[in-house]
């Protein structure tokens, strides 16, 4: 089973487009990961059905409790994030000052061991769910993060060891990542330890500036890589130095996709490009997508 991550430097390359078309084209024989956890939209094309869903645990966040505290204040002496104040007073407990910004408290559980009243709780917290699904092109596993949750990276790689089990379980050909945009924390967990990723990129200033952060990240993290530019025809000339700095890169390149409108209708349609229409940029995609097995099989 072969783990192929499709990436971008940036969000809004066609990245999804082309995996939900690689999703299409591999039918039966892949099990599809959606780690783009903090935008996910591969489910907008799949429309998956919920086999399992769990909550994604992480991190914890202090919790003073009102009943015990004593407002001696040590807590905020030692806060290195500025989440505690004094200055509340509540109503039922007049003699308590202190509170905690639940947005400011980074879950360092400092304050929880020096309350000598033994006044803040520490619960983990609930940053999302994440789900097991079907789809008409196989399994999928996928999340949702909540609104500005954070440990993305982590559920990264929660969402990407079960679909790996589930592919394996399965006896599937390839595990089909959607990778996350950029180069942090949860595109490092999305590419670490794969066997192939296809650097989806786009003929522009920026798409030059975030190929070269992109391809340097595969290499130092030793993932063999591929170079695909989408609507390579709304500028020839930028297509052709991308092409040229791949090659400085030392990566190979795995063909180029035209604009095309099919990819909009599609999307409004809730189909993968090459499902909609057979010709066109769905020649593209299915060019790529020959480039890439071809890679790997060589
Ligand atoms: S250290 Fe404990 S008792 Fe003292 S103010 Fe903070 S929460 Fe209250
Ligand atoms: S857990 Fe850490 S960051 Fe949060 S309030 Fe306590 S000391 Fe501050």
């Given at each position: 089973m072969k783990e192929i991550v499709i990436i971008s430097?940036?969000?809004?390359?066609g990245k999804t487009s082309i995996a939900a078309s690689f999703a299409a084209i591999a039918k039966g024989k892949a099990v599809l990961a959606?780690?783009?956890?903090?935008?996910?939209?591969l489910h907008l094309i799949l429309k998956p059905e919920i086999r399992r869903r769990t909550e994604f645990r992480s991190g914890h966040k202090a919790i003073i409790r009102k009943n015990r505290c004593t407002g001696c204040g040590k807590c905020a002496q030692v806060c290195r994030f500025d989440a505690l104040h004094d200055g509340t007073t509540w109503d039922a407990y007049p003699e308590v000052r202190y509170s905690i910004d639940p947005v400011a408290c980074e879950g360092c559980g400092v304050c929880v061991r020096v309350c000598p009243a033994d006044a803040i709780d520490f619960p983990e917290e609930t940053c999302g769910e994440w789900y097991i699904s079907d789809t008409r092109f196989g399994a999928m596993v996928h999340a949702k993060l909540g609104i500005a949750a954070e440990n993305s990276g982590k559920l990264v790689t929660l969402v990407r060891s079960e679909a790996k089990r589930i592919a394996q379980e399965e006896g599937a050909d390839y595990l089909l990542i959607d990778g996350s945009p950029g180069i942090g924390c949860p595109v490092i967990a999305s590419l670490t330890a794969a066997d192939f990723a296809l650097i989806v990129t786009e003929p522009t200033v920026s798409g030059d500036h975030d190929l070269r952060r992109i391809a340097g990240l595969a290499k130092q993290l030793g993932v063999p890589a591929m170079v695909c530019v989408n609507k390579?025809?709304?500028?020839p000339a930028a297509t052709r130095e991308i092409k040229a700095l791949a090659q400085g890169h030392g990566i190979s390149f795995a063909g180029l996709v035209r604009y095309d409108r099919a990819v909009t209708e599609a999307q409004r349609a809730e189909k993968a490009v090459v499902e909609y229409c057979a010709e066109g940029v769905a020649m593209d995609i299915q060019g790529v997508w020959t480039a890439v097995l071809d890679a790997i099989n060589t």
């Open positions: 430097g940036k969000g809004g390359t959606d780690c783009d956890v903090d935008a996910a939209d390579w025809d709304i500028n």
